[in-house]
């Protein structure tokens, strides 16, 4: 991938813009995504596009140098990105997710600090914060707290400048989140990431060693108290949105770069009469339905993402009600977006014929991504949500995958 023509001068300054720059950043990520996702290098020049692009900052406060836009600005990034290559896509999801999270526990005070550091020093964030393994012990020190554990999954980290760490207090049930430097003494990235999809997210495993940090990088900490917020509890349905929109960019990529193919490279079958792979009404009509069916559930996606945003807007007002409705809504689109992603990355290769299995075609590699993504965390919990909330009004009690 060759950075050369991607020096950006100007950064955007309208929602279109921005993702108008995603988009320019994704045809460059384009240009060898089938290569670089066989070659599973570490993607460090990927991460550099990013930055020189303005995204890593698109969040960020306009008073230091941000792009000063709002969620569903984010996730339409993600999903541009995500287009062309479907781990980058992941990652730049997932460090929206990391750079937010001082606002989503902190005190005014820490996340004004942190997104204006982050904002100023184009800090690419990574996280170790993964719910089904035991918890990372966190202990007090004198001003220090010092986490101590092991992550299977750390997505990102050995790409960032910062990550964010996750552990309880000990002698508690108090959960402590913090965000140390990446080359923190005691923090090691493994090279254990060897997965048949996404395979450009450095998801692999952590050890946490006595990473030390002080109390007062503790968000949402006050005199080593925590103050709760309803607004807390939106971590799920934040990320679970940045899932449905980088599992329906993926869908999209497939989409458009098998049309090209059959454009460029199918043959008409030899028993049906038609000059042209494109002139096969069959080959027609799975085009329109899957591209029907992923403009259905792009604007689902884009209207819960308007829905979510009320809430960011004034976080203080978030009652659990409004929380567990959007939850529901979350999980709706999410289960859309996955049966579609999978439906597309898969269906492609009925219009696109036996050659297009060819390795060098890459065309696998956008089923690959979905198909391993999307078992994050079972689907039919998310039907279910929905389901329980059209039979009974319930409302998801907010967990870590609800």
């Not at 720059?21 to 070659?39: F, G, I, M, P, Y």
């Not at 984010?74 to 999903?79: G, K, L, N, S, T």
């Not at 760490?165 to 959960?175: C, P, S, W, Y």
């Not at 309803?230 to 799920?236: M, R």
């Amino acid at each position: 991938m060759s950075t050369a023509t991607t020096r950006w001068t100007t950064a955007p300054t309208t929602a279109q813009d921005w993702i108008a720059r995603a988009a320019e950043a994704a045809a460059v990520l384009a240009t060898d995504a089938a290569a670089r996702d066989k070659a599973g290098a570490t993607p460090y020049a990927e991460v550099q596009l990013l930055k020189d692009a303005g995204l890593v900052t698109l969040l960020g406060p306009t008073e230091h140098g941000g792009g000063g836009q709002d969620w569903p600005t984010a996730y339409r990034a993600v999903r541009g990105i995500a287009k062309a290559d479907g781990s980058i896509g992941q990652l730049l999801g997932y460090h929206y997710l990391w750079f937010w999270a001082a606002r989503l526990v902190g005190t005014r005070e820490q996340w004004e600090h942190v997104e204006a550091e982050a904002t100023r020093q184009n800090w690419f964030f990574g996280g170790a914060v993964n719910p089904r393994d035991h918890d990372v012990t966190v202990t007090e020190d004198g001003d220090d707290l010092v986490f101590t554990g092991a992550k299977t999954f750390s997505t990102g980290s050995k790409v960032s400048d910062v990550t964010v760490l996750e552990g309880v207090l000990a002698g508690t049930e108090n959960h402590v989140f913090a965000i140390v430097p990446s080359d923190s003494p005691g923090l090691t990235f493994h090279d254990d990431w060897d997965n048949i999809g996404q395979r450009l997210t450095e998801s692999g495993s952590v050890t946490i060693d006595g990473v030390r940090t002080p109390w007062t990088n503790a968000a949402g900490y006050v005199d080593k108290v925590f103050r709760p917020r309803v607004y807390n509890t939106l971590n799920v349905p934040t990320i679970q949105l940045v899932f449905v929109n980088f599992y329906l960019g993926i869908a999209g990529g497939a989409l458009e770069t098998a049309a090209t193919y059959t454009r460029t490279k199918s043959r008409s079958w030899l028993h049906g009469g038609h000059p042209r792979a494109t002139d096969e009404p069959y080959v027609i009509d799975v085009y329109g339905d899957l591209t029907a069916k992923l403009w259905a559930a792009e604007a689902l996606a884009d209207a819960v993402a308007l829905e979510g945003q009320t809430l960011h807007d004034d976080p203080d007002a978030v009652t659990p009600e409004a929380r567990g409705a959007f939850e529901v809504r979350v999980a709706a689109v999410k289960a859309r977006a996955t049966e579609v992603a999978l439906e597309i990355t898969n269906g492609i290769f009925e219009v696109t014929g036996a050659r297009a299995t060819a390795a060098s075609e890459g065309l696998d590699r956008f089923w690959r991504n979905v198909r391993t993504h999307t078992l994050h965390d079972p689907v039919a919990y998310k039907r279910r949500e929905v389901g329980r909330w059209v039979l009974d009004g319930e409302l998801p009690q907010p967990t870590w995958y609800s």
